[in-house]
């Protein structure tokens, strides 16, 4: 009798707890459509806040002076006036600042390009001892703050009497900084070592896998390297204001803080020479935007993470 009772209740229907795949896809649309609306709403509400002063910028540099102060705030001003920026050239002569900030930007630019993709060469290629612990130190020393060095930097040049002049500007960077080093060394390992074990069965030696091989594949590294470099010398403040003391050889933040001096009441004045001085960072950027992105996905996930056990290519 008790075998029969076990027998009908397992025999009982069970209710079925689980949901159908069907009527769940909607579910799992819904909710991934929703945090993509999310997620972009956070994004368009974040560049709206970062916009709002360039937008300020522009609408004043491009208002009349009547209307600078006006209550509410005149956000379309028409018809547009470019007579702020005439106004303002006609007070001080930027030419010479533009002129010593793309001389020293320039050479900067080579000197990072250069040395960083030297450096990286042969730490990513050339067999040695000790280099992973060298290269272990050399990034530790983006960890030291850049004030520490300023005033070490300043005794060092006035004792090579630089001071006053753009070596200072410009020599460091001829120096290999550990960021360039670590980007290139990144993007040389990404490259296949057949290539250059290849060119070196050939009888290629390092300088020539170097300048024939790796250089010319680093295109979306060099662009990188040479973008991030121009941002950082077009925008260098605190380095002209130590070593630069001639008016003559002023760069553009170094004229545009004796024009706000000067003028720093009269907005009307200030903002055209700030957009100014803004375009050619903007106009480098928007230009090499695509190669920024490439060149900092220097390599990919499994060659990364492989990156400390594989061993270099013979190169002799």
Known sequence: MSDKRRTNRLALPQRVTTRSPVAAA???????????????????????????????????????????????????????????????????????????????????VTGVIFSGSLAGFAFALLPARGRNVLFALLLATLAVPATITIIPSFLLFSLLGWVGGYLPLIVPRWFAEAF???LFRQFFRSIPHELFDSAALDGCSPWGLYWRIALPLARPAIITAAVFSFLTSWNDYLGPLLYLNSPALYTVPLGLAFF?????????????????????????????????????????????????????????
């Open 260 to 316: 706000q001096n000067r003028y720093y009441t009269q907005l009307q004045y200030l903002m055209p020479i700030a957009l100014i001085a803004l375009l050619p960072v903007l106009l480098v950027f928007l230009v090499a935007q695509h190669f920024i992105v490439e060149g900092i996905k220097t390599a990919p996930a499994d060659r990364l993470q492989t990156d400390a056990t594989t061993p270099p290519p013979r190169l002799g």
């Open 26 to 108: 909607p579910l799992r649309r819904f909710a991934r459509l929703l945090t993509t609306a999310l997620l972009y709403s956070a994004l368009g509400v974040a560049a709206v806040l970062f916009l709002l002063p360039l937008l300020w910028m522009v609408i004043t540099a491009f208002k009349e002076a009547r209307l600078l102060y006006a209550n509410p705030p005149v956000w379309a001003p028409w018809p547009p006036t470019l007579q702020n920026f005439r106004a303002a050239l006609s007070l001080v002569d930027f030419a010479p600042f533009f002129r010593n900030s793309i001389f020293v930007a320039a050479l900067s």
């Open 180 to 182: 360039y080093v670590f």
